[in-house]
């Protein structure tokens, strides 16, 4: 029996159109497709290419550069190139994810203390320090703009363990910290919050070292 | 995450505005926070901000769910043998090959297998073209002198050169199944006898390499040659000559 077309139930493979034209269109069934379609062939090439055995942690791979995948293509921002298939840009994104997470690419609290600091030019009473977060009346809409597409690219992709965690559970499932702490094994909520308070300095920094490299603050 | 006394001000400010935006905040205090940020620009773009980074966690962490229930639906399955089947076993590092280079793989094997066979057909063609020029330059009768009577070894040699090549290796079996003649080797005659004899075997062997020759089966021939010059027989020089022709 094919397994492919068991996997499918009945669905036809899509091409690398059609699978662009049903995620701008937002058809879940595309979605269901796209992720089936590739998920197999990744979790060898996975084991062959990224030195992931375990198959565990090539699927969560695997789902997360999917989600930014779809969440590119969806919102405009990657167009079907000549010579790279839709495919290569997963497994490509996949590659991009897992290598950042194995450089365990962190910026450590001592790191954000000492941007903070520098930033506040405390040797000068009269300096302002720009805030990254002062969308105001001076910025138009196109900063706005694409201000808003550093912060869907920082979040989710740039975010380290385990702040994305935090950040799911406590905006998303809108878990209280002490749900948190349980479901995470930290002491308490106490140790939820001090954590969840590193996290959003670390986005902070985060987003505004990619706003003063696009010149937006 | 109430504010709580001992909290850095920036720690109660991110907790402040996390618990407007996500709108745990009473409605007095709501009312009171609104206003600071109508006066506080700045508190309102930390605000504008803050609500589009929970916007895009809660919309990825979707998305991310959607995925899952895919991956629910349909796990994988590792250890399937219709997927070992169509990739292939994996090597020690658990890499399979993908469908197509193993379909490149194959074509390259099959061709170059191909190209082998052909390859091996038109030597063999060509050798025993060359086994068969080869044995038909040898004149029999100047390396084999004939007998005075019709022997055994004459028979052979009349029929290979007559082209009764089926004749000539009944002959050779014949003379081979017959038992050497008992010969008194302490007498003159007796020695004769046998070293006839031998002769007669040697003449034999080499005669079944010609017949071989001729008729296409170099490798049989050239077996019975290097057998010839191994054992030193009186035609090792005819066999060498022959072995080097071809």
């Known amino acids: ?217 | 995450m109430n504010g709580e006394k001992g909290q850095s001000p920036d720690l109660e400010m991110y907790d402040t505005i996390d618990r407007y935006v996500l709108e745990l905040m009473e409605e007095d205090e709501r009312i009171v926070f609104e206003k600071a940020m109508a006066a506080d620009a700045s508190l309102a773009e930390q605000v504008s901000v803050r609500r589009m980074v929970i916007e895009e966690v809660r919309r990825k962490e979707a998305l991310r769910d959607d995925f899952l229930t895919v991956e629910a639906a349909h796990p994988y399955q590792a250890d399937d043998p219709a997927d070992s089947e169509r990739h292939g076993k994996p090597d020690q590092h658990g890499r399979r090959l993908p469908a197509g280079v193993r379909r490149i793989m194959y074509f390259v094997i099959s061709v170059a297998a191909a190209a082998c066979l052909v390859s091996g057909i038109f030597f063999r063609y060509s050798y025993v073209s060359q086994g068969i020029e080869v044995g038909n330059d040898v004149v029999l009768a100047d390396v084999i002198q004939p007998s005075r009577g019709d022997s055994a070894v004459d028979e052979i040699r009349k029929a290979i050169e007559d082209v009764r090549y089926a004749e000539a290796g009944n002959l050779i079996a014949a003379f081979r199944s017959v038992p050497a003649p008992e010969s008194d080797l302490s007498t003159e005659e007796g020695r004769y006898l046998y070293e006839q004899y031998l002769a007669d075997c040697m003449a034999v062997d080499y005669l079944e390499a010609v017949k071989f020759l001729r008729q296409g089966h170099p490798f049989k021939a050239k077996r019975i040659l290097k057998s010839i010059i191994s054992c030193d027989s009186y035609y090792s020089d005819q066999a060498t000559e022959l072995l080097e022709k071809l």
């Open chain 1, 1 to 217: 029996m094919n397994r492919f077309a068991n996997q499918f139930k009945g669905m036809n493979r899509l091409s690398d159109i059609e699978l662009v034209s049903g995620i701008r269109a937002g058809d879940d069934a595309v979605k269901s497709a796209m992720y089936l379609q590739y998920r197999d062939e990744f979790v060898r090439w996975a084991a062959g290419n990224m030195d992931i055995a375990d198959a565990g942690d090539a699927l969560t791979l695997y789902t997360d550069a999917c989600v930014v995948a779809w969440d590119k293509i969806s919102d405009g921002r990657y167009e079907l190139k000549a010579g790279v298939t839709f495919k290569t840009y997963l497994f490509q994104i996949a590659k991009y994810m897992g290598f950042n997470a194995r450089r365990k690419r962190k910026i450590t609290m001592e790191d954000i203390e000492r941007y903070e600091t520098s930033v506040k030019r405390n040797d000068n009473p009269e300096y302002q320090a720009p805030d990254v977060f002062l969308t105001g009346t001076g910025d138009d809409q196109e900063t706005v703009r694409k201000k808003r597409s550093i912060v869907k690219e920082v979040v989710f992709t740039g975010m380290a363990e385990p702040c994305r965690s935090i950040f799911r559970y406590i905006y998303y499932e809108k878990m209280s910290c002490s749900m948190v702490a349980e479901k995470m094994s930290y002491s308490g909520a106490d140790t939820v919050k001090a954590q969840s308070y590193r996290c959003k300095r670390k986005l902070k920094a985060a987003l505004e070292e990619r706003f003063r490299k696009y010149d937006l603050i």
